[in-house]
């Protein structure tokens, strides 16, 4: 509740420092790192496709927004899995894993995707062929 003559202090009342972002998920240094790699991307994008109208103004803000948003996502919540998966021990790599994940973005989402449903589809297929070994079923059985 405001009480009269004191503005409204939403830093004091909502913390949000490092540690109550991590409850969130939230690393602050993974986002930061996949930020300045989606930074470096978007730049990169922007240049090859400068639209001098407003209309290209806002297309390119929104695109660069949009990337900013994908790359710290994605440098957040996929920096430990791309770490376990190439089995990374050295904790100190886990922020040039971060801005390469921002740096590729939406394209790392997909290869990571391919990756996991691979190694999905493959652990599948070695239980059901175990399982067709135990009951004495052979592919051109059933």
């Known amino acids: 509740m405001l009480k009269e003559g ?11 420092d490092a540690e109550s972002l991590k409850k969130f998920g939230i690393d602050v240094g993974l ?8 930074l470096l991307m978007s730049g990169n994008n922007t240049l090859k496709s400068v639209d001098m109208t407003i209309k290209g103004a806002v297309k390119n ?8 948003i994908a790359g710290a996502a994605s440098a957040n919540y996929l920096t430990p899995i791309v770490v376990d998966i190439f089995n990374i021990k050295e904790n100190h790599y886990n922020y040039g894993t971060a801005f390469l994940l921002g ?6 989402v997909e290869a990571i995707s391919r990756r996991l ?3 999905i589809n493959t652990e599948e297929e070695e239980e059901s ?3 067709n070994k135990r009951y004495g079923r052979s592919k051109h059985n059933s």
């Open 103 to 108: 740096f590729i973005g939406l394209k790392g």
């Open 117 to 119: 449903l691979s190694t």
């Open 6 to 16: 004191r503005p409204l202090n939403l830093i004091n009342n909502y913390m949000l």
């Open 61 to 68: 803000s929104l695109s660069v927004l949009s990337s900013l």
């Open 129 to 131: 062929v175990s399982t």
């Open 31 to 38: 986002v930061i790192s996949g930020v300045f790699g989606a």
